[in-house]
């Protein structure tokens, strides 16, 4: 059995993970959709998937329509996310305590999204907490993204640590992957985005928690 160690510092997914931001990307799914005179999608149907961004959304509101069209449909969610990208957007609750619980434990915090730099960097300075973290890697940051593990050990190597000192937190299975193939100790988010037909006890996290601050409770 792996020993638990006390992470030098904690990496955490961004959407569905500190940031219940589900309705600002469905209100923007939905205009691409109005756009195109088709119904909207309701909350309980594209909060499930608001963890695999734009593509995930697409795919599901246009079936075998995305993939032609995939460039030309996310240019156009994209405009709509950029022009109201903190609407509905909100930390979940208890992410700043747990932010904070960390500091005061001497624990550094960082972002490893999926999410593009130029959305990413619009959407930080809504939440102070989250804008003073010393490491945001993006989508694009790089030249792959999770669950190819290289932009969390990109982070890691910013903060100047090992991977193994670091902490992975995720609502996604790429999040689980990519922090597992890292060498980093992996936590899902079992609060975020997860579908119905999910089977997150199949990813192999070291560990999960049912709301933020419970993670500290994790820590030895």
């Known amino acids: 059995m792996q020993t638990v160690v006390t992470p030098q510092a904690v990496l955490f997914d961004l959407d569905g993970t500190l940031l219940d931001s589900a309705d600002d990307?469905?209100?923007?799914?939905?205009?691409?959709?109005?756009?195109?005179?088709?119904?909207?999608?309701?909350?309980?149907?594209?909060?499930?998937?608001?963890?695999?961004?734009?593509?995930?959304?697409?795919?599901?509101?246009?079936?075998?329509?995305?993939?032609?069209?995939?460039?030309?449909?996310?240019?156009?969610?994209?405009?709509?996310?950029?022009?109201?990208?903190?609407v509905h957007s909100r930390l979940f609750d208890g992410v700043e305590q747990l932010l904070n619980g960390l500091s005061e434990r001497g624990i550094q915090a960082g972002i490893v999204t999926n999410k593009p730099a130029a959305l990413?960097?619009?959407?930080?300075?809504?939440?102070?907490?989250?804008?003073?973290?010393?490491?945001?890697v993006s989508g694009d940051t790089l030249a792959v993204a999770k669950p190819h593990p290289q932009p969390l050990l990109y982070a890691a190597e910013l903060l100047q640590l090992a991977a193994s000192q670091?902490?992975?937190?995720?609502?996604?299975?790429?999040?689980?992957?990519?922090?597992?193939?890292?060498?980093?100790h992996t936590v899902l988010a079992r609060y975020g985005y997860i579908h119905a037909n999910d089977q997150p006890e199949q990813w192999g996290a070291h560990a999960d928690i049912e709301r933020p601050q419970q993670l500290l409770q994790l820590i030895p």
């Not at 995930?56 to 990208?85: H, I, N, S, T, W």
């Not at 990413?120 to 945001?136: D, E, K, N, R, S």
């Open 120 to 136: 990413t960097h619009l959407v930080l300075p809504y939440f102070p907490c989250l804008q003073a973290l010393p490491v945001v």
């Open 25 to 86: 990307l469905g209100a923007a799914l939905n205009a691409v959709l109005a756009a195109e005179q088709r119904p909207a999608v309701s909350a309980d149907c594209y909060t499930p998937i608001a963890s695999h961004g734009s593509y995930g959304l697409l795919r599901f509101a246009f079936g075998d329509e995305f993939e032609p069209r995939k460039d030309q449909l996310r240019r156009e969610f994209l405009r709509y996310y950029a022009a109201k990208v903190v």
């Open 166 to 184: 670091c902490w992975y937190v995720g609502d996604a299975e790429r999040d689980i992957q990519a922090g597992k193939a890292a060498g980093m």
